[in-house]
Each structure stands twice: as structure tokens, then as C-alpha cells.
């Protein structure tokens, strides 16, 4: 059973930056796909960025050039560094992976972006 942890949420101002992290309770090392999703007020779950085991990486065009996604598979750990926050970006953070095609997620990290 694989369990995530999320941190790293909080409140910041528009334009600010957070760095978002996800530790996982066993090896990701042979984990094929991990990645953030996030939930705003009143909207469905969304696909933020993905990340394989060989690094290559995809982002929703709403995050593309200023979220980053990056995993390091000694540390079983996974973040999500995100710079130029809008209000928009306000949600609810999950890191997500699946393994053996069972979907596990973390409990949610509360990201508030406002002035």
C-alpha cells in the first residue's frame, strides 16, 4: 500500500511562488507516472502536470512556463514549484501516481492566492 503526503501549501499574494512537495511511503523509483492535480471552489478535479520515471514532463496550458514538476527517486519524493501565482490558481493540491493500475492519491494541500 502506497501512501502520499503533501506539503507545502499556504497563502501568497498574486505573482508570488510556492514550492509544493509530496513524499511517498515506498520506492517510486519503477513508478511509470506521477503527477499534481488540483480542485478550485466549485470545479471539477484537473490534470496540473505529469512527470515519468524518465523524467519527461507535461503541464496544462493553464501553468505551462510558470509551474515546474520534478520527482527524485531516491528521496521518494515528488514537488511542484510554482512562481507567478494568479488567483486563479487557488485549489486544493493532490499528488497522484498509479500503481498496478491502482490510483493512489494524497490527502490535498490548500494553495490561496490572494491580496
Known amino acids: 500500500q502506497m501512501q502520499l503526503v503533501e506539503s507545502g501549501g499556504g497563502l501568497v499574494q498574486p505573482g508570488g511562488s510556492l514550492r509544493l512537495s509530496c513524499a511517498a511511503s515506498?520506492?517510486?523509483?519503477?513508478?511509470?507516472?506521477m503527477g499534481w492535480y488540483r480542485q478550485g471552489p466549485g470545479k471539477e478535479r484537473e490534470l496540473v502536470a505529469t512527470?515519468?520515471?524518465?523524467?519527461?514532463?507535461k503541464y496544462a496550458d493553464s501553468v505551462k512556463g510558470r509551474f515546474t514538476i520534478s520527482r527524485d527517486n531516491v528521496r521518494n519524493t515528488m514537488a511542484l514549484q510554482m512562481n507567478d501565482l494568479q488567483p486563479e490558481d487557488t485549489a486544493v493540491y493532490y499528488c497522484?501516481?498509479?500503481?498496478?493500475?491502482?490510483?493512489?492519491w494524497g490527502q490535498g494541500t490548500q494553495v490561496t492566492v490572494s491580496s
Open positions: 515506498r520506492s517510486i523509483f519503477r513508478i511509470y507516472l
Open positions: 512527470i515519468t520515471s524518465t523524467k519527461s514532463t
Open positions: 497522484w501516481l498509479k500503481s498496478y493500475d491502482v490510483d493512489y
